[in-house]
C-alpha cells in the first residue's frame, strides 16, 4: 500500500497530534488512559501525539472512539464556516435551480475567480 509523502504525512500528523492532545486535555484524560483505550503502547500514543508518527486507519478510528471526537475534527478537516457563511447556505437550501444559478453569479460578480483578475 502506497505510503503517504513526508511532505504531506508531517504536517497532517502534526495537526492530529495537535487536535488529538486538545481533544484529550477536554476529556481529562491521561495519555496513559487513552493509550490503553486504543491499545497501543504509551509510547507509541505519545509518538502520536506529539506529531511524530501518523496512526494506521483502525488505530485513527480507535482513537477517535477512545476521545469520543469525529475523525474530521481530529484530521482538521471540518474548519469552522464563519456564520454568516452558515446563514447562506442554510437559506440556499431552499432555493430552486433558477435562483441557484443567480445566487451563484451574484457571487461570482463580489468575487472574480484569479483567471478573470
Do not use: K, W
Not at 10 to 21: E, F, K, S, V, Y
Not at 23 to 46: F, I, K, P, S, W
Not at 80 to 108: D, K, Y
Request: glycine residues 6%; proline residues 8%; contains cysteine.
Amino acid at each position: 500500500m502506497p505510503r503517504l509523502s513526508a511532505r504531506v504525512e508531517r504536517p497532517l500528523a502534526m495537526n492530529l497530534g495537535t487536535m488529538a492532545h486538545a481533544a484529550r486535555m477536554r476529556a481529562g484524560l491521561t495519555q496513559a488512559e487513552v493509550a490503553r483505550r486504543v491499545g497501543v503502547q504509551l509510547e507509541v500514543y505519545g509518538r502520536i501525539e506529539r506529531g511524530e508518527m501518523f496512526p494506521s486507519v483502525p488505530t485513527l478510528r480507535r482513537i477517535c472512539v477512545a476521545l469520543e471526537i469525529p475523525s474530521d475534527e481530529l484530521l482538521g478537516l471540518d474548519a469552522p464556516q464563519p456564520l454568516g457563511l452558515r446563514r447562506l447556505v442554510s437559506a440556499a437550501r431552499g432555493l430552486r435551480n433558477s435562483q441557484l444559478r443567480l445566487l451563484h453569479r451574484l457571487a461570482e460578480s463580489l468575487h472574480p475567480s484569479p483567471r478573470e483578475e
